[in-house]
């Protein structure tokens, strides 16, 4: 992910004297860690986790540490968010008999090493630690995990779609999504017009969130069939994505990719020459599926060129976030076609 303020100067807005982004027709780049860091201590400051049942006592006290970035893009009401934090919160907790006498205070953290706009589909590692490793130590270590990882998790989801709408640009963005109001008398237009009005907005309206398609064309050094081979094993997308795979070689057959981050389908199989596949990712709103197809050409032996073309992928996935696109082309290209060059040697 790129830094903040390291963007292509073609597409990040420079000040004018004025000051204005006129329309809004660059990128405006807002840094968003200072915001990210008061939301996540305004979140779990004195949180109370447990309040005496089975005699345990704890509470998040405070955010320890915020370290990474975290920005927002936005050109024409379009949100681009882009975070990668690593956060680690400080909890404290207290253990006392049947008669209320404290038998151990203890301290620890809460770490969640990597939160990323990448990952806003999934919930981030935590980790529980604490300084007293005694048997009552573990007790209410045990017990922050249990009572504790749900709500880290739940506060974790609210910073991801407080970023998705906008962050510290969600109020500026709001106030200009609102129409100025006019005391205009209304004009004598003709019925027939005023329908075909509602009837375009309503059109426009319906078609405001679009899908794209993706296409890549890469050449490896191998044959065509053992590029195939390698997209249709699931033993090998294990050993090239170290991730689960199931892969079906059946027309019809079901697909699972990515810990089953992706799910799908065959539609059209041709051994050595053609893919066809319907994919779709988990974070993607109900509904959605969208099209792989991968053609094989071997114009020499031992040359491959692969020509992918990857259509219907929704602009926003169901929390918002309008990086879909660029996530899945980076998706194809790093995670796959890279790394099957990187693993099996047939780089160019």
């Known amino acids: 992910m790129a830094k903040f303020g390291e963007g292509d100067k073609r597409w990040i807005v420079e000040d004018r004297p004025d000051g204005t982004n006129v329309h809004n027709w660059h990128w405006a780049e807002t840094n968003c860690l200072e915001w990210s860091r008061n939301f996540f201590n305004n979140q779990f400051s004195n949180t109370v986790i447990l309040s005496g049942e089975g005699n345990l006592f704890i509470k998040i006290n405070k955010v320890a540490k915020l370290e990474g970035e975290a920005y927002v893009n936005v050109r024409k009401g379009k949100i681009i968010p882009g975070y990668e934090l690593n956060v680690s919160l400080s909890w404290e907790g207290e253990a006392k008999d049947s008669e209320g006498k404290t038998l151990l205070k203890a301290e620890g953290l809460v770490d969640m090493p990597y939160i990323s706009d990448e990952n806003a589909d999934e919930d981030p590692e935590v980790r529980v630690s604490v300084k007293d490793e005694g048997a009552i130590g573990k007790t209410l270590k045990e017990a922050m995990v249990s009572k504790g990882k749900g709500v880290v998790l739940e506060k974790v989801r609210v910073f991801v779609e407080a970023m998705a709408k906008g962050g510290p640009c969600r109020d500026e963005l709001e106030s200009k999504k609102v129409a100025p109001k006019t005391v205009e008398k209304t004009s004598a237009l003709p019925a027939v017009a005023v329908e075909s009005k509602v009837a375009k907005e309503k059109k426009k309206a319906k078609t405001k969130e679009g899908f794209k398609t993706i296409t890549m064309t890469e050449k490896f050094s191998c044959r065509a069939r053992d590029l195939y081979e390698i997209l249709m ?19 019809n057959g079901a697909i699972s990719v990515f810990d089953g981050s992706v799910t799908g389908s065959n539609v059209e199989l041709e051994e050595g020459k053609l893919i066809v596949q319907k994919w779709r990712f988990g974070s993607w709103p109900d509904g959605l599926d969208s099209t792989v197809k991968i053609t094989f050409e071997e114009p020499e032996p031992g040359v491959t060129i692969v020509s992918l073309t990857h259509t219907d992928v929704p602009e926003e996935d169901r929390y918002g976030n309008a990086t879909v696109v660029e996530n899945t082309e980076r998706g194809w290209r790093d995670l796959i076609f890279h790394r099957i060059r990187a693993v099996f040697g047939f780089g160019m």
């Open 233 to 251: 094993d699931e033993n090998r997308w294990k050993g090239f994505t170290q991730s689960n795979a199931k892969i079906s070689k059946d027309v």
